[in-house]
Antibody
Framework: QPQLQESGPGLVKPSETLSLTCTVS??????????WGWIRQPPGKGLEWIGS???????QYNPSLKSRVTISMDTSKSQFSLNLMSVTAADTAVYFC??????????WGQGTLVTVSS | QSVLTQPPSVSAAPGQKVTISCSGS????????VSWYQQLPGTAPRLLIY???ERPSGIPDRFSGSKSGTTATLDITGLQTGDEADYYC???????????FGGGTKVTVL
């Protein structure tokens, strides 16, 4: 079964770009049939889908974040990444990577807290 | 304001039943599958129910899901202290082309 692990800086300055990587083990992310995505959770609040990427590179983004988000994939490293530009304090959250099946999210990373602060 | 509406909290005594509703519209719950997640404090969400009522292997049958029209429901029977957590519903929104979450429901075992 797949295991997912987020990595990246825990502190980002306002107006800069938040960059995170999710490393997947146990399965090939290029095997098809699944999207790989990012979901975040501000402290004490609910979950918000950020976006997803398919094995062929096709992407889907939350319309509310689309102008600032890029998700990419490096199949050779079994990784997919999130870039979120022009961050503000409102982007402070725990960021989860997860595998998206046809209708649900089964496998999740443990999450990583990213704080936006100068 | 979440696209899917859940009650902020529900509670019951051990052994009792709680019901969590998730209200949406025809563009999300009404025409797409609903999944439910349990999130214990400080942990990642865990899939409890997919495709409205299916349980992944390892999920006890105390957890059950259903859907009628634009409302989905998660029932937890035989409530245990370990069930204290936040619960979220999720569906694809055809109008937004986005996954939408409920605001979450905190279950308290009295």
């Amino acid at each position: 079964q797949p295991q997912l692990q987020e990595s990246g800086p825990g502190l980002v300055k306002p107006s800069e770009t938040l960059s995170l990587t999710c490393t997947v083990s146990g399965v090939s992310i290029s095997s098809g049939a699944y999207y790989w995505g990012w979901i975040r959770q501000p402290p004490g609040k609910g979950l918000e889908w950020i976006g997803s990427i398919y094995y062929d590179g096709a992407t889907q983004y939350n319309p509310s974040l689309k102008s600032r988000v890029t998700i990419s994939m490096d199949t050779s490293k079994s990784q997919f990444s999130l870039n979120l530009m022009s961050v503000t304090a409102a982007d402070t959250a725990v960021y989860f990577c997860a595998r998206q099946g046809f209708s649900s999210w089964y496998y999740w990373g443990q999450g990583t807290l990213v704080t936006v602060s100068s | 304001q979440s696209v899917l509406t859940q009650p902020p909290s529900v509670s019951a005594a051990p052994g009792q039943k709680v019901t969590i509703s998730c209200s949406g519209s025809s563009s999300n719950i009404g025409n797409n599958f609903v999944s439910w997640y349990q999130q214990l404090p400080g942990t990642a969400p865990r899939l409890l129910i997919y495709e409205n009522y299916e349980r992944p292997s390892g999920i006890p049958d105390r957890f059950s899901g259903s859907k009628s029209g634009t409302t989905a429901t998660l029932d937890i029977t035989g409530l245990q202290t370990g069930d204290e957590a936040d619960y979220y519903c999720v569906a694809w929104s055809s109008s937004l082309s986005a996954w939408v979450f409920g605001g979450g429901t905190k279950v308290t075992v009295l």
